[in-house]
């Protein structure tokens, strides 16, 4: 089994910074690929970004690139999500995913976190 809790949500305000932590345990973290994903009150969940095992490859939803970074520590078993440049289309709740595969689709990832709320003030 593995164990996901994310970490660092808040309220922050438009062109502000947060970094989303995840904390894995379990089984070996490094062999999964990690994702990120948010859901807005009243819309379907969607991808932010992804990261492979080696975290040689990313991949970031068009909505946030160039303003977000995903990137991992494998010998802390953490996954991280820096956000700048905020927006109040931001504001959702953030969930970490681990998948074998490294995919946008979220019904490809096994494990979830909790989730945690982001909110961004106008």
């Known amino acids: 089994q593995v164990q996901l809790v994310e970490s660092g949500g808040g309220l922050v305000q438009a062109g502000g910074s947060l970094r989303l932590s995840c904390a894995v345990s379990?089984?070996?973290?490094?062999?999964?690929?990690m994702g990120w994903f948010r859901q807005a009150p009243g819309k379907e969940r969607e991808f932010v970004a992804a990261i492979r095992w080696s975290g040689g490859s990313t991949y970031h939803a068009d909505s946030v690139k160039g303003r977000f970074t995903i990137s991992r520590d494998n010998a802390k078993n953490t996954v991280y999500l820096q956000m700048n440049s905020m927006k109040p289309e931001d504001t959702a709740v953030y969930y970490c995913?681990?998948?074998?595969?490294?995919?946008?689709?979220?019904?490809?990832?096994?494990?979830w976190g909790q989730g945690t709320q982001v909110t961004v003030s106008s």
């Open positions: 995913a681990a998948s074998n595969l490294l995919t946008t689709r979220s019904s490809s990832y096994d494990y």
């Open positions: 379990g089984r070996t973290f490094s062999r999964y690929a």
